[in-house]
């Protein structure tokens, strides 16, 4: 079955730095999300980029998608210590769009 | 606007004994609404899925069971918990039709731990 998958699994820099996160999959999709949860909290929806699209800006959020190589990065720039959480990427797959597939997540550290 | 609750925020059980976790959604109508369990430091496990009332879609085979009793509740059961059932048990849902969207609106989650 699909798996998405974040790496790393933990990263940590420091504040105003920008952040890096990737995510692969393995079955073609309609479209895939990033969320973030913190820690003991539910997720909170980010960004979503469908299969058309290339790239997509939010704020300080930057999603890029590459189905070739079923691939996406998420780019947090100017990091603050309030983005300390764990992202999660999650797919929509073409056969199954009643349901999302969720990866590990990458955990991140913001030290101030 | 849309608000979804769950309860017991956290819920201390002894193997062997049963569980109800329950969910609502309000604000909205016929969601689709999502089970999940996430071990600590780990992803997230979709359990359950239903798209409409006393319509259920198990995920995986396990301990639990899931009833939809009406259209914005969602219960999550045991009559027996086991030690692996503890985990941070999160419901979510997302409106019918979605406009190729399928964004999960997500609860604050159940925090339980079996002894």
């Known amino acids: 079955s699909q798996q998405g998958e974040e790496d790393p699994q933990a990263l940590s820099i420091q504040e105003g730095e920008n952040a890096t996160m990737n995510c692969s999959y393995k079955t073609s999709i309609n479209n895939l999300q990033w969320y973030r949860q913190n820690s003991g909290r539910g997720l909170v929806h980010l960004i979503l980029i469908r299969s058309n699209e290339r790239e997509k800006h939010s704020g300080r959020l930057r999603v890029t998608l590459d189905t070739s190589k079923k691939s996406s990065s998420l780019l947090i720039t100017a990091s603050r210590a309030a983005d300390t959480a764990s992202y999660f990427c999650?797919?929509?797959?073409?056969?199954?769009?009643?349901?999302?597939?969720f990866g590990q997540g990458t955990r991140l550290t913001i030290n101030p | 606007s849309q608000t979804i609750h769950q309860w017991p925020a956290t819920l201390v059980q002894p193997v062997g004994s049963p569980l109800s976790l329950e969910c609502t959604v309000e604000?909205?109508?016929?969601?689709?609404l999502y089970w999940y369990r996430q071990a600590a430091g780990r992803g997230l496990q979709l359990l359950f899925y239903?798209?409409?009332?006393?319509?259920i879609s198990s995920e995986v085979p396990q301990n639990l069971s899931a009833s939809r009793p009406q259209d914005r509740q969602f219960i999550l059961s045991s009559k027996k918990l086991l030690l692996s059932d503890s985990g941070f048990y999160l419901c979510?849902?997302?409106?019918?039709?979605?406009?190729?969207?399928?964004?999960?609106?997500f609860g604050p989650g159940t925090r339980l731990l079996v002894l």
């Open positions: 979510a849902w997302r409106p019918r039709e979605t406009g190729g969207r399928e964004t999960q609106y």
């Open positions: 999650a797919t929509s797959r073409i056969q199954g769009a009643q349901k999302l597939v």
């Open positions: 604000g909205t109508s016929n969601p689709n």
């Open positions: 239903s798209v409409g009332i006393g319509q």
